[in-house]
């Protein structure tokens, strides 16, 4: 089992659908979560990080499950801008020199 | 103003040569981190320093071997390539390695074909 799995989609929205994209993680002992964004041909950037209790960043909404290992990212009223691959992010140890585990990415495409 | 970079962009080499990338972070970040992305687009982590000393080494092989001169560059040095290392390398810094939450800052990623 992978340590972190993802649809890798392709998700296909029109603009202004909410659409939502779920994780989970292998390593229940799994101290820090985060989503990041990766552009075509561009580095991976902090899109936001995953808390307990559940954070909201403008039209983004991110969630955390522990009992159930599992991490969403909901995008409401998406943007052509918002095309990207969502990669979901777990660091599985605290103290261990910031090793992150990657998902594969779920790739979204918002269409006109 | 760029905050991590990397060189070069685009690496062509022939199987069996020995290439380097170079990394540097004006960020004034105490941990670099180098990370492959294959061709299914999984990022793993290769190896991370902090303040020049090596922190995170998984499974590589020796053919790559880090050197971090000083806390705001880290190399890879690649000795005897191989067609299996063709993949875009990424060099990323953050403050803290050691604090989990801790965000990372990806450089534009260096894209390395063997021929």
């Known amino acids: 089992r992978k340590e972190v799995e993802q649809d890798p989609g392709p998700f296909n929205v029109p603009e202004g659908a909410t659409v939502a994209f779920n994780c989970t993680y292998s390593?229940?002992?799994?101290?820090?979560f985060f989503w990041y964004r990766q552009d075509c041909r561009k580095e991976p950037k902090l899109l936001m990080s995953?808390?307990?209790s559940g954070n909201e960043d403008g039209r983004f909404t991110a969630q955390l499950n522990r009992a159930s290992q599992y991490i969403s990212l909901l995008i409401r009223d998406s943007k052509l801008s918002d095309s990207a691959t969502y990669l979901c992010?777990?660091?599985?140890?605290?103290?261990?020199?910031?090793?992150?585990?990657f998902g594969q990415g779920t790739e979204l495409s918002v269409k006109p | 103003d760029t905050a991590v970079s990397q060189t070069p962009k685009y690496l062509v080499t022939q199987m069996g040569n020995d290439k380097s990338i170079k990394c540097e972070q004006n960020?004034?970040?105490?941990?670099m981190y180098w990370y492959k992305q294959d061709s299914k687009k999984f990022l793993k982590i290769m190896f991370s320093?902090?303040?020049?000393?090596?922190?995170i080494n998984e499974t590589v092989p020796n053919r790559f071997s880090p050197k971090s001169p000083d806390k705001a560059h880290l190399n890879l040095h690649i000795n005897s390539l191989e067609l299996g290392d063709s993949a875009v390398y990424f060099c990323?810094?953050?403050?803290?390695?050691?604090?989990?939450?801790?965000?990372?800052?990806f450089g534009p990623g260096t894209r390395l074909l063997v021929l």
């Open positions: 990323a810094s953050s403050r803290a390695g050691t604090a989990s939450q801790e965000t990372q800052y």
């Open positions: 390593n229940s002992a799994s101290q820090s």
């Open positions: 995953v808390y307990s």
């Open positions: 992010v777990v660091n599985p140890l605290r103290n261990q020199g910031g090793k992150l585990i």
């Open positions: 960020l004034g970040h105490d941990t």
């Open positions: 320093y902090n303040n020049k000393e090596l922190i």
